[in-house]
């Protein structure tokens, strides 16, 4: 059962987005292969109008409930994108250490899927990579839900 606060929160997206969300999860790391990499969390969703709609908010680290002040602190900026469920060419799973090398040097190159040995012994994220080469990371609690989701929406 979703709170309150939770509830104004879609309902005002919504009303934002013109579209319902018709699936939603959290991604707690983000990148993209446009050099952007947030530490974030990440609310990802996917509208009924045909398009997947991410963004970014602003998570102080903590460590047994209390917020971790860091050194050099950036300020936070949102980032958000809405992007055609008809763009998406591929979804796979990928090693992180390997998205954070490409995202790092902002390389357009999408990485290949890791083999089941890899995923099994290291970090893996989501590769959505997108028809005009831009690829976006995100690490999900479950891949496997966001894949059947997408398969969901763009077979409508």
């Given amino acids: 059962m979703e709170s309150r606060e939770a509830r104004q929160f879609i309902d ?3 009303a934002e987005l013109g579209a319902h969300i018709g699936w939603r999860t959290f991604a707690t790391w ?3 292969n446009d050099g952007t990499i947030r530490e974030y969390g990440v609310f990802l969703s996917i509208l009924d109008d045909g398009t997947m709609y991410f963004e970014d908010f602003d998570r102080k680290p903590q460590i047994l409930g209390f917020t971790i002040r860091p050194k050099n602190p950036v300020e936070y900026v949102k980032y958000s994108r809405r992007v055609s469920l008809d763009d998406i060419r591929s979804v796979t799973r990928v ?3 390997h998205a954070v090398s490409t995202c790092s040097s902002a390389s357009g190159v999408p990485l290949c899927e890791a083999s ?3 995923q099994a012994l290291f970090p893996v994220v989501t590769q959505v990579e997108l028809a005009d080469g831009r690829c976006f990371y995100f690490e999900l609690i479950s ?3 966001f894949a059947g989701a ?5 077979g409508e």
Avoid: M, Y
């Fill in 95 to 97: 090693r992180k250490s």
């Fill in 143 to 145: 891949h496997k839900d």
């Fill in 30 to 32: 983000f990148a993209s």
């Fill in 12 to 14: 005002q997206l919504e």
């Fill in 116 to 118: 089941r040995i890899v």
């Fill in 150 to 154: 997408l398969s969901t929406f763009q």
